[in-house]
């Protein structure tokens, strides 16, 4: 049982981790994208819009 339960954990903090550096990494892009997305007035041209 403790076996599983500090694996668990291994595993959470490493997906955390992981999602924090991909955040990091990404930041240029994701402020880029955020700036875009804040100053499109018109939001027909946004690429994200759905189907």
């Known amino acids: 049982m403790k076996k599983l339960k500090l694996l668990l954990?291994?595993?959470?903090?490493?997906?955390?981790?992981?999602?924090?550096?991909?955040?990091?990494y990404h930041r240029r892009a994701i402020c880029r994208n955020l700036r875009t997305?804040?100053?499109?007035?018109?939001?027909?041209?946004l690429p994200l819009e759905a189907e």
């Open 37 to 45: 997305f804040f100053t499109t007035k018109d939001f027909t041209e």
């Open 9 to 24: 954990i291994v595993i959470g903090a490493l997906s955390v981790a992981g999602g924090i550096f991909a955040l990091w």
